[in-house]
């Protein structure tokens, strides 16, 4: 890497430090020519190919505004979306590939938006996988219903004292 300030073309790494939960690194760099020092950033190569098939980097940001609109007028705070913005990210980058398709990060939505707030899920949802009638709404509010149902069944902490040793015995169900 050459020195931004002189253009000398060598430059040596005196501090190395994960960044951003890991997902990056940051390098402190010395130019043995000037001395000046300057950082660089390195993050894994992640792109999203559009349907277009233009390619473009994966951006946080641009999960945050997709959400968002999806959010209005619900309990749901900048930090939430970061936060889910981040799931979203780290759940692409666990797959591995340089690459993903637009289609892939819809997806990678879902689930912890699912998590944050059903109602913007059910918007987004709607949106994004295109239900066109009233039955599409429906199985999936049924389907979150459902998962209500084995929540409840399945572990209110409050009360796993009193009955613990039934709740191998509730699988069958
Ligand atoms: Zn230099």
Same mark, same amino acid.
Request: with cysteine.
């Given at each position: 890497m050459? $020195? %931004?300030?002189?253009?000398?073309p060598d430059s040596r790494v005196v501090d190395s430090r994960t960044a951003?939960?890991?997902?990056?690194?940051?390098?402190?760099? =010395? $130019? %043995?020519? $000037?001395?000046?020092?300057? &950082? &660089? #950033?390195? &993050?894994?190569s992640l792109s999203v190919v559009k349907r277009s098939g233009v390619t473009e980097p994966f951006s946080r940001d641009k999960i945050v505004s997709g959400v968002r609109k999806a959010c209005q007028g619900r309990p749901v705070s900048e930090d939430d979306l970061a936060l889910l913005a981040q799931r979203v990210e780290e759940t692409l980058r666990q =797959?591995?590939?340089?690459?993903?398709?637009a289609y892939e990060i819809g997806?990678?939505? #879902?689930? %912890? @938006?699912?998590? @944050?707030?059903?109602?913007? *899920? @059910?918007?987004?949802?709607?949106? *994004? =996988?295109a239900f066109d009638s009233l039955d599409d709404f429906e199985t999936a509010i049924t389907s979150l219903r459902a998962e209500h149902a084995a929540r409840l069944q399945g572990g209110d902490e409050g009360q796993v004292g009193r009955e613990a040793p039934s709740e191998t015995a509730s699988s069958p169900a």
């Open positions: 050459h $020195c %931004p300030f002189c253009r000398h951003d939960d890991g997902s990056q690194i940051r390098r402190r760099r =010395q $130019c %043995p020519a $000037c001395g000046r020092r300057f &950082t &660089t #950033l390195e &993050t894994a =797959q591995g590939s340089a690459e993903i398709d997806l990678a939505i #879902l689930g %912890p @938006l699912r998590d @944050l707030d059903e109602v913007a *899920y @059910l918007r987004f949802a709607s949106v *994004y =996988q």
